[in-house]
Every structure is written in structure tokens, then in C-alpha cells.
């Protein structure tokens, strides 16, 4: 499994990125996926999950009704939609692979594989 994370930039708050991960792994469609973001000084945070199917999605507090996690099998790839982004949204942005489960997963430690990371920049 190998993920490759694109789509990040700098925007004016109040903006929109799309993010997305290619997933190499031949078994894609089986295991869940992850957004997390690290802050300049700041631990990684969890961001979004979702299944395996698309079906079942997790949000932070903090993105809860601007950001949008989905899933496309076919592809092998999961996108982040980032609207209404705020300067508090600036950060290296990572996906995330959980081949051990088909459910959404908040904590990093159940991930094992990860994508280098994407930079996020919102100014005020």
C-alpha cells in the first residue's frame, strides 16, 4: 500500500480545497480511511474517517459541516472537500490507511499506513 496526498495550496479563509489520496493497495475497497493534519508545534489531530463502503463517515468537532470525506472504489482514491476553510484549518494534511477495520477509526495508532502529507494554508 502506498498513498500519495495532493491537492493542497493556500487559500484566503473563507475558501474551498479538495483534497485527494491515491491508494496504491489492490485492496482498497476493503479497509477503512483517514484524514489527519498536523499544526505547526501541535500533536497530529484526527480530521475525518470513513468505511470501508463509503457508507459510514467520522467528523471532528472542529470540521463538522464544512469538511466532507468521500470515497471512490473504482479509483482507489478518497478525497477531502475543505469549504468555509479557516486560518485555524492551516496545516500538513495526511491520509490514512486502516486495513484492519471496515468502520471509521479516530485514533492514529490504529492506522498503518500513511501518505507524506499535503500542505494546507489558509490566510486571514
Known amino acids: 500500500v502506498q498513498l500519495q496526498a495532493s491537492g493542497g495550496g493556500t487559500v484566503q479563509a473563507g475558501g474551498s480545497l479538495r483534497l485527494s489520496c491515491a491508494d496504491s493497495?489492490?485492496?482498497?475497497?476493503?479497509?477503512?480511511m483517514g484524514w489527519f493534519r498536523q499544526a505547526p508545534g501541535k500533536e497530529r489531530e484526527f480530521v475525518a474517517a470513513i468505511s470501508w463502503s463509503g457508507a459510514s463517515t467520522y467528523y471532528a468537532d472542529s470540521v463538522k459541516g464544512r469538511f466532507t470525506i468521500s470515497r471512490d472504489n473504482a479509483k482507489n482514491t478518497v478525497s477531502l472537500q475543505m469549504n468555509s476553510l479557516k486560518p485555524e484549518d492551516t496545516a500538513v494534511y495526511y491520509c490514512?490507511?486502516?486495513?484492519?477495520?471496515?468502520?471509521?477509526?479516530?485514533?492514529?495508532?490504529?492506522?498503518?499506513?500513511w501518505g507524506r502529507g499535503t500542505q494546507v494554508t489558509v490566510s486571514s
Open positions: 490514512a490507511a486502516n486495513r484492519y477495520s471496515r468502520s471509521p477509526v479516530v485514533s492514529s495508532v490504529e492506522y498503518d499506513y
Open positions: 493497495g489492490r485492496a482498497f475497497g476493503t479497509y477503512a
